[in-house]
Nanobody, 121 residues
Framework: QVQLVESGGGLVQPGGSLRLSCAASGSIFRIVTMSWHRQAPGKQRELVASITSSGSANYADSVKGRFTISRDNAQNTVYLQMNSLKPEDTAVYYC???????????????WGHGTQVTVSS
């Protein structure tokens, strides 16, 4: 069974940094996209950054120049380096992946359970 497990969230002061990790486990045939989304209280979930298997990345305007997404294809892991954090970055961050398990070879979207990031002094 495929699972996405996030780690690295926590409490940080404004201007600080955090690095999130998300590892896809299980028997996986192929991962196409990996991305990070976030949901703040009372708001809709939004895309933060995405990256293809070839390394092409896209970012939300609100995080451009501050966040960097990267992935390790050999480890089926995606990272989100977050610098110059602001209080408005406070949210639950979710990992997302479009992949095909070896059991079905059928592409589907998988979500992690989320990790809390709180930016506060």
């Amino acid at each position: 069974q495929v699972q996405l497990v996030e780690s690295g969230g926590g409490l940080v002061q404004p201007g600080g940094s955090l690095r999130l990790s998300c590892a896809a486990s299980g028997s996986i045939f192929r991962i196409v996209t990996m991305s990070w989304h976030r949901q703040a209280p009372g708001k809709q979930r939004e895309l933060v950054a995405s990256i293809t298997s070839s390394g092409s990345a896209n970012y939300a305007d609100s995080v451009k120049g501050r966040f960097t997404i990267s992935r390790d294809n050999a480890q089926n892991t995606v990272y989100l380096q977050m610098n110059s954090l602001k209080p408005e970055d406070t949210a639950v961050y979710y990992c997302n992946s479009g992949l095909a398990p070896s059991s079905t070879y059928t592409y589907n979207i998988y979500w992690g359970h989320g990790t809390q990031v709180t930016v506060s002094s």
